[in-house]
């Protein structure tokens, strides 16, 4: 034992190892919750995570830069995880060959939707002009998103709460929503998850059926390229 | 299980460097993600290929196992939220109220056309 308790914590705190602990532990309970209650949208294990984690934090008086010092190992793995998804990609290569058209018109619509709405309801909500720039790109991949968000002279870290606040979301509302409209294509379903909620949609997904996964990952990925296009355009033309 | 991380990460590598050195607004690893479709097609053709982490079953293991996780990768990026809680007690339902519906009325848009063009061109194909 350490006789002086705080000089340990000083120690803990400052490396790597306490914030990767908390984050895996963190996500191996709520992820083995959301397993005990199949995958019930409610229990998603990045809304619990989020919550338990920072709570931990603010409990703890830990700055977020600390704990992302830590965290970021996790962090880095979003990179390698997307050149994964070329193989769920190469081994469904003929439903998606047979498929490229109708994705690429709910490509067009669907990234369209998802920008001009959030501008026009932040407008109408009078909200300033930096939140609503700082939303516009909240349906792509949180690097992307932040990227776009830069070049607007945006604030990009409002915009990655947005895109989470997003995801999360979306991953929660897409199954309910997709039953209650009976639609069973579990290609569409994957798609439109993947267009309106980037990676933890397509997260999603995957538990839910693995084509959906695949369709899911194609869209965030054909997603993060058109909304780049699309949202300079688009806040010129909505926010004149 | 090494050599296939490696494949993988030398997939982004590749796909990062090139980005920016012609300078095309793409992410890094959407190229990557190309590239490593481009091997696995490239090794239905070329049997050759079918060796180390393309043999065997080991890229397609350590990406399931990746792929089986991604929602733990969201997690230090979504915790960034504590940063802006004092924002969100300001806005907060606003931009909640905002988001969801835009999300709602995203999926709704994006299934239906979906939907509708893929039943559209597949009755194309079937009329001679």
């Known amino acids: 034992m350490s006789d002086n308790p705080f000089s340990l914590w000083v120690y803990l705190s400052q490396s790597p190892l306490l914030w990767l602990t908390v984050t895996l532990l963190t996500y191996a309970v709520t ?27 603010l409990l703890t008086g830990t700055s977020y830069t600390t ?7 996790v962090h880095f793995l979003l990179g390698p995880a997307t050149v994964a998804l070329a193989v769920p990609l190469y081994e469904n290569r003929k439903r998606v060959a047979a498929a490229v058209l109708p994705m690429l018109v709910a490509l067009a619509v669907g990234s369209l939707t998802a920008i001009v709405s959030v501008v026009l309801l932040a407008r109408a909500f009078g909200l300033p002009r930096e939140i609503i720039l700082s939303l516009a790109p909240k349906s792509v991949t949180a690097g992307v998103a932040m990227g776009i968000s830069e070049s607007l002279h945006a604030d990009p870290s409002l915009t990655a709460v ?15 929503l997709m039953n209650f409209t009976g639609i069973t294509d579990f290609r569409g379903r994957g798609f439109a998850a993947g267009i309106a909620a980037h990676g933890i949609g397509t997260a999603r997904a995957f538990q839910v ?13 054909l997603n993060a390229l058109v909304t780049s296009l699309l949202v300079p355009l688009a806040v010129t033309y909505l926010l004149r | 299980m090494i050599a296939s991380l490696s494949l993988i990460l030398l997939c982004q590598l590749v796909g990062e460097v090139g980005v920016r050195a012609l300078a095309v607004p793409v992410p890094g690893p959407v190229v990557g993600l190309v590239l490593l479709l481009l091997l696995l097609l490239a090794r239905d053709r070329y049997p050759a290929l079918a060796r180390g982490p393309l043999g065997n079953d080991g890229v397609e293991s350590a990406s399931r196992g990746m792929l089986a996780n991604l929602s733990l990768l969201f997690i230090p990026a979504g915790v960034g939220v504590v940063q802006k809680l004092d924002l969100l007690a300001e806005h907060g339902i606003a931009i909640l109220v905002i988001l969801a519906v ?18 559209l061109f597949s009755r194309e194909d079937e009329t001679p």
């Open chain 1, 31 to 57: 992820d083995a919750v959301s397993l005990k209650t199949r995958r019930h949208p409610l229990a998603n294990p990045v809304l619990h995570s989020l919550w338990i984690i920072g709570l931990f934090l």
């Open chain 1, 67 to 73: 704990y992302f010092a830590g965290a970021q190992f």
């Open chain 1, 162 to 176: 947005s895109v989470i606040l997003t995801g999360i979301m979306g991953a929660i509302i897409v199954t309910p």
């Open chain 1, 209 to 221: 059926d693995e084509v959906a996964g695949v369709f899911a990952g194609i869209a965030m990925s």
């Open chain 2, 102 to 119: 835009s999300v709602i009325v995203t999926l709704l848009a994006t299934v239906a056309t979906f939907v509708a063009a893929s039943s």
